[in-house]
């Protein structure tokens, strides 16, 4: 007896690993304290003690849960006597991977290219993964009941994720309960849960997802699937459910102000219009009721906040958290992070490639400076930022306009600083002591908002920035707050002239990570090594455009030049070539607009396919998001090839008929 197309298997064994990703992984949150390599930390922040919460132990359960999913896939093959056949479309995604492992093994740092960067974990191994669970469920997702038991479990994820972010949302999170800082934390540190101190601001959701933009892309993905299940289904029940997630999915996009999110959603919304056009009609009551749903939500989320949803959408712009590495304040950081002045020592000919040392005497201060000892600090006009910084061997120059400039110049002989204007004019200066440190202030009005201290080490504090500097080997160098001695550059740059703060300083990341592609063409750095190669010390345009000189970009915020710059060009081109296969496939399936029961599983995955790829525009890949995209495009194969299927015997039976 033949066995029939879709004979529903109700095996629960075989895509049991897949559904325990969508439906675990997402939600794990638990402090890693990785060891990092002396010569890595050097490079990162300087210590060799990471605490990590969101990324490390879903990369490692992802990991297992895939090397179970191939074990299961495997026997079930096997028990099954299943003939392989792996589809065309992977052909493109197979040279991916390839050009993946490449980079990897070329890369100058294997342990990252490997096992991925601090706080991202998306090395070769994760992304190895990624293309596994999406072969694996391309290849054995065979029946409706296949997808609708994938469906709640993923379900169940998202229910939990949307919870915790709407209460975020409105003042209370999770993890800053003691019952939430016990679920995260391990016994050896669970004396932390007292000191443990969150700093993420008000309002903020980021749930167990890390960043309110991953939040919106998540959001956009599940809110375009439930939209397609809501317009799609006639039963009442399953109506009510796919609009009660809706409405969370929704909530939560909102709530996390990603303008990208939004924008995606837009996209992939417009996308399930044309394809579910016929369903429009005759759920006209229900697409009313829905509505009138999101407009209260988008009302109440408003009110609530003092307006802060209607005044983000009207700036249209994402809050840029690229910034949140150390949220979690009594975990072991060092103290000198971000601080500017520990370990930032005044030393002659320090060696470069050492860090700075507790030795030095105190500064000498020219006469000719000390035109006004101890005198208080005067002038009226508003404090100026600081714009520019520039060296000169001895001479360190502080612009705070075009044409005016603080110049501190160390005499290398006699270790005497003078402060002079770019004019040559000695500039008065104000001396006091506090705290065993020298502090000098100045009157002029150009030059009333800096600060210089010394205590065997010159801070300079401004408005807008805060660093050390050393005079080392004949000339100022900038003090890292890892320790690092290391010189200002002026990175180059490629468009985004006069708009570096445009998308949330986007304009700045792409405008410096555009010309790095020209040196990975064939093969990349490495995945994951995307903040070692990156330009960081490009302070002066970090303090412009980044508010904080000394922020680590760790990532371009945008997919496709994250695929460039990590493992090529070339890759980035198979990587196109394999979602552009899907989409243009699907899109021409689906157009007709022949409704069976795999008709609004394939257009859901492919709404959700296309507001990740548009949301990628604005988001990089990452492993909180990732995972889910790539099991929904892989099940989005099997739909397609189930639906083509379907609509081929239909159209067989009618003409027998």
């Given at each position: 007896m033949?066995?029939?197309?879709?004979?529903?298997?109700?095996?629960?064994?075989?895509l049991?690993?897949?559904?325990?990703?969508?439906a675990?992984?997402?939600l794990?949150v638990?402090?890693?304290?990785?060891?990092?390599?002396?010569?890595f930390?050097?490079?990162?922040?300087?210590?060799?003690?990471?605490?990590?919460?969101?990324?490390?132990?879903?990369?490692?359960?992802?990991i297992?849960?895939?090397?179970?999913?191939?074990?299961t896939?495997?026997?079930?093959?096997?028990?099954?006597?299943?003939?392989?056949?792996?589809p065309k479309?992977?052909?493109?995604?197979?040279?991916?991977?390839?050009?993946?492992?490449?980079?990897?093994?070329?890369?100058?740092?294997?342990?990252?290219?490997?096992?991925?960067?601090?706080?991202?974990y998306e090395?070769?191994f994760?992304?190895?993964?990624?293309?596994?669970?999406?072969?694996?469920?391309?290849?054995?997702?065979?029946?409706?009941?296949?997808?609708?038991?994938?469906?709640?479990?993923?379900?169940?994820?998202?229910?939990?994720?949307?919870?915790?972010?709407?209460?975020?949302?409105?003042?209370?999170?999770?993890?800053?309960?003691?019952?939430g800082?016990?679920?995260?934390?391990p016994?050896?540190?669970e004396?932390?849960?007292?000191?443990?101190?969150?700093?993420?601001?008000?309002?903020?959701?980021?749930?167990?997802l890390f960043?309110?933009?991953y939040?919106?892309?998540?959001?956009?993905?599940?809110?375009?699937i439930?939209?397609v299940?809501?317009?799609?289904?006639?039963?009442?029940?399953?109506?009510?459910?796919?609009c009660?997630?809706c409405?969370?999915?929704?909530?939560?996009?909102?709530?996390?102000?990603?303008?990208?999110?939004?924008?995606?959603?837009?996209?992939?919304g417009?996308?399930?219009?044309?394809?579910?056009?016929?369903?429009?009609?005759?759920?006209?009551?229900?697409?009313?009721?829905?509505?009138?749903?999101?407009i209260?939500s988008?009302?109440?989320?408003?009110?609530?906040?003092?307006?802060?949803?209607?005044?983000?959408?009207n700036?249209?712009?994402?809050?840029?958290?690229?910034?949140?590495?150390?949220?979690?304040?009594?975990?072991?950081?060092?103290?000198?992070y971000?601080?500017?002045?520990?370990?930032?020592?005044?030393?002659?000919?320090v060696?470069p490639?050492?860090?700075?040392?507790?030795?030095?005497?105190?500064?000498?201060?020219?006469?000719?400076?000390?035109?006004?000892?101890?005198?208080?600090?005067?002038?009226?006009?508003?404090?100026?930022?600081l714009s520019?910084?520039?060296?000169?061997?001895?001479?360190?120059?502080l612009f705070?306009?075009?044409?005016d400039?603080?110049?501190?110049?160390?005499?290398?002989?006699?270790?005497?600083f003078?402060?002079?204007?770019n004019n040559?004019?000695?500039?008065?200066?104000?001396?006091?002591?506090?705290?065993?440190?020298?502090?000098?202030?100045?009157?002029?009005?150009?030059?009333?908002s800096?600060?210089?201290?010394?205590?065997?080490?010159?801070?300079v504090?401004?408005?807008?920035?805060t660093?050390?500097?050393?005079?080392?080997?004949?000339s100022?160098?900038?003090?890292?707050?890892?320790?690092?001695?290391?010189?200002?550059?002026?990175?180059?740059s490629?468009?985004?002239?006069?708009?570096?703060?445009?998308?949330?300083?986007?304009?700045?990341?792409?405008?410096?990570?555009?010309?790095?592609?020209?040196?990975?063409?064939?093969?990349?750095?490495?995945?994951?090594?995307?903040?070692?190669y990156?330009?960081?010390?490009?302070?002066?345009?970090?303090?412009?455009f980044?508010?904080?000189m000394?922020?680590?970009?760790?990532?371009?915020?945008?997919?496709y030049?994250?695929?460039?710059?990590?493992?090529?060009?070339?890759s980035?081109?198979?990587?196109?070539v394999?979602?552009?296969?899907?989409?243009?496939?699907?899109?021409?399936?689906?157009?007709?607009?022949?409704?069976?029961?795999?008709?609004?599983s394939?257009v859901?995955?492919?709404?959700?396919?296309?507001?990740?790829?548009?949301?990628?525009?604005?988001?990089?890949?990452?492993?909180?998001?990732?995972?889910?995209?790539?099991?929904?495009?892989?099940?989005?194969i099997?739909?397609?090839?189930?639906?083509?299927k379907?609509?081929?015997?239909?159209?067989?039976?009618?003409?027998?008929?």
């Amino acid at each position: 007896m033949k066995k029939k197309i879709f004979k529903e298997t109700h095996n629960y064994f075989k895509l049991l690993p897949i559904a325990l990703i969508l439906a675990i992984v997402p939600l794990i949150v638990f402090l890693k304290q990785v060891k990092l390599d002396a010569s890595f930390a050097k490079l990162w922040k300087g210590t060799t003690n990471e605490a990590d919460f969101f990324s490390y132990y879903k990369m490692t359960w992802f990991i297992v849960l895939t090397c179970i999913a191939i074990f299961t896939f495997l026997i079930y093959i096997f028990v099954k006597k299943i003939k392989l056949t792996v589809p065309k479309i992977f052909i493109p995604a197979g040279v991916y991977i390839i050009l993946v492992f490449l980079s990897s093994s070329f890369s100058d740092y294997h342990q990252q290219a490997f096992f991925g960067f601090p706080d991202r974990y998306e090395g070769f191994f994760t992304i190895f993964c990624y293309i596994t669970v999406c072969l694996i469920c391309a290849m054995l997702v065979t029946s409706e009941f296949d997808i609708k038991y994938l469906t709640y479990f993923l379900a169940f994820s998202v229910l939990v994720l949307s919870i915790i972010g709407i209460t975020q949302f409105f003042g209370f999170d999770f993890f800053q309960s003691d019952f939430g800082k016990r679920l995260i934390l391990p016994k050896a540190n669970e004396n932390l849960i007292s000191s443990l101190d969150f700093k993420f601001p008000k309002q903020f959701i980021y749930s167990t997802l890390f960043n309110p933009n991953y939040v919106g892309g998540f959001f956009a993905i599940i809110l375009s699937i439930c939209l397609v299940i809501f317009l799609s289904v006639n039963n009442l029940k399953i109506k009510i459910i796919s609009c009660i997630f809706c409405i969370l999915s929704f909530a939560n996009l909102l709530g996390s102000l990603s303008a990208a999110g939004l924008i995606s959603m837009v996209v992939s919304g417009l996308a399930i219009l044309v394809f579910m056009r016929k369903n429009l009609l005759r759920n006209t009551v229900p697409i009313l009721i829905l509505l009138l749903c999101i407009i209260a939500s988008t009302i109440f989320m408003n009110y609530s906040s003092n307006g802060l949803i209607f005044r983000s959408l009207n700036i249209a712009s994402n809050f840029n958290y690229s910034d949140v590495k150390d949220k979690f304040v009594a975990l072991a950081t060092p103290k000198n992070y971000n601080s500017g002045i520990n370990n930032t020592l005044m030393l002659i000919n320090v060696d470069p490639d050492s860090k700075i040392t507790t030795t030095g005497g105190d500064p000498k201060i020219s006469k000719s400076s000390l035109l006004a000892l101890n005198s208080t600090t005067s002038g009226t006009s508003a404090p100026r930022n600081l714009s520019d910084i520039r060296i000169d061997n001895n001479n360190l120059y502080l612009f705070t306009s075009d044409t005016d400039a603080l110049i501190v110049n160390i005499d290398p002989a006699t270790s005497n600083f003078s402060f002079t204007d770019n004019n040559k004019k000695p500039i008065e200066v104000s001396k006091s002591t506090s705290d065993n440190k020298i502090i000098i202030t100045f009157s002029d009005e150009r030059f009333n908002s800096i600060k210089i201290s010394f205590s065997n080490f010159m801070l300079v504090e401004t408005p807008n920035a805060t660093f050390s500097a050393i005079y080392s080997n004949d000339s100022f160098k900038i003090v890292t707050p890892a320790g690092n001695i290391t010189d200002i550059i002026k990175a180059e740059s490629f468009g985004f002239q006069g708009k570096e703060k445009w998308g949330s300083s986007r304009g700045y990341i792409w405008s410096r990570s555009i010309p790095m592609i020209k040196n990975t063409l064939f093969l990349g750095n490495g995945p994951d090594t995307y903040a070692i190669y990156f330009p960081q010390n490009d302070y002066v345009a970090k303090m412009n455009f980044l508010s904080n000189m000394f922020t680590i970009v760790d990532k371009p915020h945008n997919m496709y030049l994250q695929i460039a710059i990590n493992t090529g060009v070339l890759s980035l081109l198979a990587f196109l070539v394999f979602v552009g296969w899907y989409v243009i496939y699907s899109f021409k399936l689906y157009i007709k607009g022949i409704f069976n029961q795999f008709f609004a599983s394939g257009v859901a995955c492919l709404a959700a396919v296309i507001s990740f790829l548009v949301s990628s525009l604005a988001n990089d890949s990452t492993i909180t998001v990732s995972l889910t995209f790539w099991i929904i495009i892989g099940v989005g194969i099997a739909c397609n090839n189930l639906y083509a299927k379907s609509i081929k015997l239909n159209s067989s039976s009618i003409k027998k008929a």
